[in-house]
């Protein structure tokens, strides 16, 4: 499976100079876990902020309504190629340990998010196809021997 079918969904970012509150608000508003930081034209991703990062913060003694989000201090921020496959980000966030990986084009545009829910649920989902292939076998293989042995009963 394609990163490209995570970018299709809506992007939530802000810009460094988003202040701690506002990015709390945001992510209620939105119903995430995390924000892109990006410039002002949000197609740069600059750094990820989660709801952590947010009680991180704070727990610091830092005044939210002051405090931006361009004091995070993080390692440069790592992304993958809007080609790659789930399996390449999901070894990608294994490796660097991260829940969240910021999708790029190749001009290193912001086009999508892929998190770690996102291959836990496509994981699940070709966990039940497996299991409806075989649960298919094994019905099919009951019917064969279902008439094998009608025939055998109709010859003697």
């Not at 509150?21 to 990006?38: E, N």
């Not at 770690?116 to 299991?131: P, Q, S």
Request: aromatic share 4%; net charge negative; hydrophobic share 45%.
């Amino acid at each position: 499976m394609s990163l490209a079918e995570f970018a299709k969904r809506p992007l939530r970012t802000v810009e460094g100079s988003c202040t701690v509150r506002a990015a709390a608000k945001a992510m209620i508003d939105y119903s995430v876990g995390a924000l892109v930081i990006t410039d002002p034209t949000g197609k740069t991703p600059f750094d990820i902020v989660t709801d952590r990062d947010l009680v991180a913060m704070l727990s610091e003694g830092l005044d939210p309504d002051m405090a931006t989000l361009d004091t995070l201090a993080h390692k440069p921020l790592r992304t993958i190629f809007v080609d790659a496959s789930l399996a390449e980000a999901a070894h990608e966030m294994r490796d660097i340990g991260v829940r969240r990986l910021p999708i790029v084009d190749s001009d290193g545009r912001l086009v999508g998010i892929v998190t770690l829910d996102d291959v836990l649920v496509a994981l699940g989902r070709e966990m039940a196809d497996v299991e409806q292939a075989i649960r298919s076998e094994i019905s099919h293989e009951r019917h064969a021997a279902y008439v094998r042995e009608r025939l055998a009963k109709e010859r003697s």
